[in-house]
């Protein structure tokens, strides 16, 4: 059995680089049947999110994941910003983002995606999300 998605109206999810979004009045189910890059609605980081430079480089690499044709134009980015942040946080992340690199040079934009995770955390936990709260 694979991964099993279920949409609600006007959710989005990425599946290998590819943007659905159900434009259904209900429900929608998925079955992923094989080994695929998947970003659920809830994972994916728009560009008013991505105000922390941890989340800014997932923002991008998520772009990147979902829009090939601009990969090109945003590695160089990606990769700066990694340099910037192992300087301000070396030595505690600088594993992982060599771990990052090394999945960016090889295409596989997902598992630099995931790779990144724990940094995006220690973000979270130092500075918090970056997003301002009306109350």
Do not use: W
Not at 43 to 58: D, Q
Not at 65 to 87: T, V
């Amino acid at each position: 059995m694979g991964l099993r998605l279920t949409l609600k109206p006007g959710e989005r999810v990425i599946l290998n680089g590819c943007i659905v979004r159900n434009a259904g009045r209900g429900r929608m189910d998925i079955e992923v049947e094989n080994r695929s890059d998947v970003l659920r609605a809830e994972e994916i980081i728009t560009s008013s999110e991505a105000r922390l430079p941890v989340r800014s480089v997932a923002h991008a690499i998520q772009h990147a994941l979902a829009s090939r044709e601009h990969r090109d134009e945003l590695l160089p980015r990606i990769l700066s910003s990694l340099d910037q942040i192992e300087q301000a946080l070396n030595p505690v992340v600088a594993p992982t983002l060599d771990a990052v690199r090394e999945c960016l040079s090889s295409g596989d934009f997902y598992a630099a995606l995931r790779k990144l995770g724990p940094v995006l955390d220690r973000e979270k936990r130092l500075l918090g999300d970056g997003l301002t709260r009306l109350s």
